[in-house]
């Protein structure tokens, strides 16, 4: 596995992929040798079929999940191993589109406030300022903060693409407390690794992870939040507030404005502009068994 292991390396490298995909295929790769105790190479399309179906029946993974596995298995196959990969033998599995659960900004601030230590609430408020993935935040650096131009630059961002998002006077002024209370001074990453914020390299995703996750727990908050629900809740309110799609759409950095409309959904000042036809019915003031 170890010869396997680098050369796969060496593929997704040479292909740019990003670190947090090019993790996610060795594991599976190495996951789907695990189950099967067998070198990859030596494992077929009956294999991946029984795999696939592991997936969604014994481990309930999501269909965007298994999809993502699956990607990873056809990289390996058909970059790695030069290997003939049948589509028809191992289908991408048809996905599901749920709508993500948005918080309203009372619920936003109960949680912003109930993040401890103040670390952590630095970090949901810059999630929230910004509407920045979650691995986009953790890369931040201190360069990045433009405080003449009032902008932050997001750099590297998904497919490699850099942006500018607002700099939030509010936000402005939490980074300058954040710095503050760091003990050493960082030279680089706006958000230092370690327990005590003072490593050469920045947190890992987890730590913003179990920043959402403890501050919902302590504010209370039974809708799930994870630090994608931020970024989704920084769109829905600028919708709300009067901003265009398009508009919404660069701060995101999403490629297609498709991908943007998704927020009409969860948008209370477009769900409420047109009224249920049931306010129209001429009803009567009880219904017959009140009579």
């Known amino acids: 596995m170890t010869h396997l292991r680098k050369l796969m390396l060496e593929d997704l490298q040479r292909r740019n992929y990003s670190e947090d995909t090019i993790r ?11 189950r099967f105790n067998c070198p990859p190479d030596r494992l077929g399309p009956r294999h991946i079929r029984e795999y696939q179906a592991e997936l969604f029946q014994q481990r309930n993974l999501s269909s965007g ?13 058909t970059k790695t191993l030069r290997k003939a ?30 993040a401890c230590p103040p ?34 630059h997001i750099q590297d961002g998904k497919e490699h693409k850099d942006r500018d998002v607002m700099l939030s006077p509010v936000l402005l002024e939490e980074l300058r407390a954040h710095w503050r209370r760091l ?6 990453w706006l958000f230092p690794g370690n327990h005590r914020h003072s490593g050469d390299q920045p947190i890992d995703t987890k730590t ?20 994608h629900t931020l970024r989704h809740c920084f769109a829905t ?31 209370q000042r477009h769900l409420q502009a047109t009224p249920s036809p049931l306010d129209s019915l001429p009803l009567k003031d009880r219904s017959p068994q009140e009579e």
């Open 65 to 77: 999940t298994v999809a993502i596995r699956l990607a990873a298995l056809r990289f390996f196959y």
């Open 237 to 267: 309110h600028l919708l709300e507030a009067g901003a265009d799609l398009r508009t919404i759409q660069i701060l995101l950095g999403h490629r297609d404005l498709k991908e943007t409309t998704i927020y009409l959904h969860l948008s």
């Open 183 to 188: 003990r050493r001074k960082p030279s680089k």
């Open 85 to 114: 990969w049948s589509v028809a033998d191992t289908p991408y599995p048809k996905r599901t589109h749920r709508l993500p659960a948005i918080l309203s900004q009372e619920e936003v601030a109960q949680l912003v406030d109930a």
């Open 24 to 34: 996610s295929y060795i594991y599976t790769v190495e996951d789907f040798a695990r």
């Open 208 to 227: 913003v992870w179990h920043a959402c996750h403890n501050a919902a727990k302590r504010a209370n908050i039974q809708k799930g939040v994870h630090p």
């Open 119 to 152: 670390f952590h609430r630095t970090i949901l408020m810059t999630l929230y300022a910004t509407g920045a993935r979650c691995a986009e935040l953790t890369h931040l650096k201190l360069s990045d903060i433009d405080n003449k131009r009032m902008v932050i």
